[in-house]
């Protein structure tokens, strides 16, 4: 009998603590980290300076695709007045232009692909800190990226709310440039 007793308080003393656990909310959130990037006033900032950035480098290659094309309808115009030394001077000077012209394409778009990389990582890191301080703050149990989740239900996109604070803290920071 004395046995049944203290199987009986060792279990209860067992099952306890795992039915206070079960009893606490799991909070769950997702975030459009794409939508973040698109919809808020940092990602609309940075999108219009890449695209300035852009613009600038597509004028100087297209100044330098307009010189090409000028030294190759020159040559087209002289082939057949000129000596075969000559036309083979002139199509070697093309070819270097083309090739320097390639390069020059090349590193621009490696580039703006650096400076887009740049601008995501600041903005990611910018944005976990708001994502970290809302989950504390709302007792979230798990927050995750909507690319990462197969199915969730809308009710718990929080994105749009990330969105709004992240908006609220690029405001209460000041912005540094390089």
Known sequence: MKNIFLMAGLMVTLVLPLT??????VNIGYIDL???????????????????????LKKSLDSKQDEL?????????????????ARAEKEKQYQNKLKDYQRLANDFQTELQQKDQEVTQKMLKDLEDVIKATGEKEKYTLILEKSQVLFASPTIDITSKIVNLFNEAAKKKPATKK
């Open 69 to 85: 094309q000028k030294m190759k309808d020159a040559f087209e115009k002289q082939g057949t007045t000129i000596t075969p030394e």
């Open 34 to 56: 794409q939508r973040v990037m698109v919809e808020s006033e940092k990602g609309k900032e940075a999108k219009q300076v890449l695209t300035q950035e852009a613009e600038r």
């Open 20 to 25: 206070a656990r079960s009893q606490q909310t």
